[in-house]
Structure formats: structure tokens, C-alpha cells
């Protein structure tokens, strides 16, 4: 029994963890990810940061392998403070007498290489792993404080240490990037240089995912003849093998091309990458066209959205591949593919049987006519997949309500009209009660009964973020193909109370969790049969 709530105890907060992680994320630069922390970020997050000197290291015997005992430490002297100079002195760290630092160091560095650290918890202060730094990054640290909070001349000052000599710099640099919102990238471009740019992205010893920011800058500054250049990486032209790694960041690339070539670019990736016509297309390569469609139909301003529906619908003809887009024709209110979706559902075979759960929530989420008869109609075929699709719906009518009780809508209708925050990539579709709801309901468990009845814990209307651009979870969760299109995302403004909707969730289910336990634990008793 203790182990078992122990380990129930572990995966809930494991889950909290994350829930609260990933809310917490602002909309950022849409095909980037940060490696780690900037040096901004770990510098806030401490109390004290100083730059200092190594002055003892640790024993050559202590770095082995093979050693044993607690882990090797090495003594610093403080050279200069970053911050939290009081917290520093008071702990006796500072001046020519002042006591070393002591701290873990588990690779072997000559004496006086410089070190940055950060320490918690005064007045002792318990120090960080060091990190090593040159007398240029020394610098680079010195001048975070000053540059701005955000914006993009923050981004102008990391600008110029983007695949610097300094790979310590170049990645803090690219981190930056990577979490700065997308607005601010676009707000950059007049100080960018389109040629720089494009030399990095057609470098093929340039890492992946800096190749996917830079693509993402060029597409804010670029010109049509840059567009073409892309456009033969896209297209594989006169390529060596070597040089192929330069395709490497598609969806970032495609997103580029597109944007700077316009609505004509779409036609070059609907052949490339979405009509197959029984040619064989890597998947990954049409993952990555539909992670790119997803971008342009969000930031529109290069390409109405019917254009990019129109390249989704393409999918509609791969029965094995259909699932991918969906959700994304739901979420942006495409209703033209009702008989299609109908046919493939009907049609459906065990290669591809996982397109019916998808197939249902967009019925469900459909306003036009004969959508709730479809589903009643499907539910004779499959009654398990009208029942699985039940399962997610039932989880997202709270999340998809607003505090008035109605449905939330897309930001976008599908021509492109903002009727919402035309910045927010994650308004889903308007989902409307369906007659096709008496046929479903019978199907749900009493759990998902109990979750539908939970009510959704309003916080108040306070902004959460107010910077328009790219929400970095859409390309993320747009990974499960199979997402219940009828699960709108929430907007900017109402992540507050998707942050506690989601915590009550995770405690309800912790709360079921235990109980379980301790009901299996009571019927293993001496009394039990």
C-alpha cells in the first residue's frame, strides 16, 4: 500500500509539474526549441551570481570513473558579482581574504579558469555546478542587466552573437530566440541581414535547430530571390548528399518559402510534399508541410486561409494520413469535407482504422446539417470509436467554455475575418450541442459522466501575456495526429483558466488514485475470497 501511494503520489506530481510547465510557456518562435535556460533566466532564478576564479581543483584521483565517496569539489575565489552583492559579503566570499566557495566540479579545468555561479538559499548560500566562461562571455554576462526586458531590441543585442565563435554565446543566443515571442522576431526585421541569414541556413555543418530560426528570420525580411534559393533545397536541386543536411528543419523551410513567395509558393508544396498520386513521400517530410500549413494559417498575412485548407484537404485522399489534418479543419471551421471524412470512416480498415475518433469529433463539432445524423449513422457501424471520440468531448466541453457558458470560437473564420484576437493561434472551432448527443451519451463511463458534471474553476479576466505571436504548443500538440478536433485550445487570455481547470483536473485524479488504492489494499485482507 505504501509503495503504491507512492508512487501514485510521485506520477501526480510529475503531472502538476508539467500541467503547470507548460502553461507558464508564452507564444514563442514557432519552429524553435531552447536547449536550456538562458543565462538570463538562471541568473533571475537565483539569488546571488558571481563570476570567480578556480583556485583549488578537485584531486585527478576524484574525477576518475571509477572513484567512490561523495562527489569531487573544487574552491573558487569571487572575482566580481553579478548579483546579490549583499547576500555574497555577508556569506564572507568577498575581498582578498574572503572565504573560497566550495562546490561541486566534476571536470577537470586548469587553476584560474573563470566560472560563473549562482547561489540559493542565504545567508550560507548553496552554489550551482560551475559554469565555464571566457573573458568575452565575462562581458556578455555583465551586460544582461542593461538591454531591455523584451522586445525586439532585446533580440537586436543577441542578434549579433548568433553562431558566434563562442559556442557558449552562440547557444545562449539562440535560446533567447527560441523563447522570445514571435512578434518580437518580426519586429526585428528591418535590423536583420537577409545574405547572413541565408549562409547559415544553406551551411550544412549548421545545428538543426538554429537552421529552423533562421529560416523563421528570413521569412520576416527575405526577398522572392532568397524564396527561390529556398525553393531548391525544397526541391532537392543539384544536391550532394553532404549538402542534403541543409533540408534538415523542413517545416521551418517550407514556412519560409511560402511566406515570401506567397499563395504561388503553396502550389510548389502541394506537389512536393501533399498530392502523392501513388509516388512514394517520406512522412516525416509530409509531417513537416503540415506543421509548416499550420503556421500559415495561423500568421495569414502571406496566404489566405482557404489557400491553406485547400493544401490540407490534399490529405483527405491518403486514407492513412488523413488524421493528421482533421483536427486543423475543424479548429479553423472547414465544413466542405463532411462527405469526405463520412466516406473515409466508412471505408476505414485496420491500417487506418484510427482515422474514425478524429472523423466523429469533427462531426461533432460541424453546425451544418446532417452532421449529428452522421454520427448516429457511424455509431452502428463502430459504436467503440463514437465511444472513444465521447471520451475526449467529455473532457472538452469544460475546457472549451467560456465563463457566459458558450462555446468559444476560432479567432479566424475561414476566410481569413478576424472575430477574435487575430494574434491568437489557438482559438478552436464554435462547438454547439449536437442531437447526436443522446446516441453517445449511454456509451460513457461514470468517470466521464463525474468529469463532465466537475465544473470549470474560473480565475479572474487578469492578461497573462500581452504579446501577439506564435503559440509554441500548437506545432507541439499538433504531434497526436489523432486529437479530437472538438478540444479547442484556449487563447492568451484565458490561460489563467485553463492553468486551474487543468490542476483540479490532476487533483480529482489523484484523489481517485488513492482511493483505489486504498479499496484494492482493503479487499486483500484475510477476509477477502
Not at 484523489?511 to 489494499?521: D, H, P, Q
Amino acid at each position: 500500500m505504501r509503495n503504491l501511494l507512492r508512487r501514485s503520489g510521485v506520477v501526480a506530481v510529475a503531472t502538476a509539474t508539467l500541467v503547470v510547465g507548460l502553461a507558464r510557456q508564452a507564444p514563442a518562435c514557432p519552429f524553435c526549441s531552447a536547449v536550456s535556460l538562458t543565462f538570463a533566466q538562471e541568473i533571475a532564478q537565483s539569488q546571488a551570481a558571481v563570476i570567480a576564479r578556480l583556485v583549488e581543483p578537485p584531486p585527478a584521483a576524484a574525477l576518475s570513473p571509477r572513484a567512490e565517496g561523495p562527489l569531487p569539489k573544487g574552491k573558487f575565489a569571487v572575482v566580481e558579482v553579478l548579483k546579490g552583492a549583499d547576500l555574497v559579503a555577508e556569506a564572507g566570499h568577498v575581498g582578498a581574504d574572503g572565504i573560497p566557495i566550495e562546490t561541486i566540479l566534476l571536470e577537470e579545468k586548469p587553476v584560474g579558469t573563470l566560472f560563473l555561479l549562482m547561489g540559493i538559499e542565504p545567508a550560507q548560500l548553496i552554489w550551482s555546478s560551475p559554469i565555464p566562461v571566457s573573458e568575452r562571455a565575462v562581458d556578455y554576462l555583465r551586460k544582461l542587466p542593461v538591454i531591455p526586458d523584451k522586445g525586439p531590441d532585446r533580440l537586436a543585442f543577441f542578434q549579433k552573437y548568433l553562431e558566434d565563435p563562442d559556442e557558449t554565446l552562440a547557444r545562449d543566443a539562440y535560446d533567447e530566440f527560441a523563447v522570445a515571442p514571435y512578434a518580437d522576431v518580426r519586429g526585428l526585421a528591418d535590423r536583420m541581414d537577409p545574405s547572413q541569414l541565408l549562409g547559415w541556413i544553406e551551411n550544412p555543418k549548421v545545428q538543426a535547430n538554429r537552421r529552423r530560426l533562421y529560416a523563421t528570420m528570413l521569412g520576416t525580411c527575405g526577398t522572392k530571390a532568397d524564396a527561390d534559393r529556398i525553393g531548391r533545397i525544397l526541391a532537392r536541386a543539384e544536391m550532394s548528399p553532404e549538402q542534403a543536411e541543409v533540408r534538415s528543419g523542413l517545416d521551418a523551410l517550407i514556412a519560409c518559402y511560402v511566406t515570401l513567395r506567397g499563395v504561388d509558393g503553396l502550389d510548389l508544396i502541394d506537389e512536393l510534399f501533399l498530392r502523392r498520386r501513388g509516388r512514394e513521400i517520406p512522412f516525416t517530410e509530409t509531417y513537416a508541410a503540415v506543421m509548416a500549413l499550420r503556421f500559415l494559417g495561423e500568421e495569414s498575412d502571406s496566404v489566405p486561409r482557404d489557400r491553406v485548407l485547400a493544401s490540407l484537404r490534399l490529405l483527405l485522399e491518403e486514407p492513412k494520413l488523413a488524421d493528421l489534418v482533421i483536427a486543423d479543419l475543424a479548429r479553423w471551421q472547414d465544413w466542405s469535407a463532411i462527405d469526405r471524412l463520412v466516406e473515409l470512416f466508412e471505408k476505414a480498415e485496420a491500417d487506418n482504422i484510427f482515422v474514425r475518433e478524429p472523423i466523429v469529433n469533427y462531426l461533432r463539432a460541424c453546425p451544418q446539417p446532417g452532421a449529428a445524423a452522421a454520427i448516429v449513422r457511424l455509431e452502428k457501424i463502430d459504436p467503440e470509436a463514437v465511444r472513444r471520440a465521447a471520451t475526449l468531448a467529455a473532457f472538452a466541453g469544460p475546457l472549451g467554455a467560456k465563463p457566459d457558458g458558450t462555446a468559444m470560437t476560432s479567432g479566424k473564420t475561414q476566410n481569413g475575418d478576424p472575430d477574435g484576437d487575430p494574434g491568437d493561434p489557438s482559438a478552436g472551432p464554435a462547438i454547439r450541442p449536437q442531437e447526436a448527443a443522446s446516441a453517445t451519451a449511454q456509451a460513457m463511463t461514470a468517470d466521464q459522466a463525474i468529469a463532465m458534471r466537475i465544473p470549470a474553476v474560473l480565475a479572474d479576466d487578469e492578461a497573462t501575456d500581452d504579446t501577439p505571436g506564435i503559440d509554441p504548443s500548437r506545432p507541439a500538440a499538433a504531434r497526436l495526429p489523432s486529437a479530437a478536433p472538438g478540444i479547442p485550445a484556449t487563447p492568451a487570455g484565458g490561460r489563467a483558466k485553463l492553468v486551474k481547470w487543468t490542476v483540479w483536473t490532476v487533483i480529482v485524479l489523484v484523489i481517485g488514485l488513492f482511493s483505489r488504492a486504498a479499496l484494492r489494499v482493503g479487499g486483500s485482507g484475510p477476509s477477502a475470497r
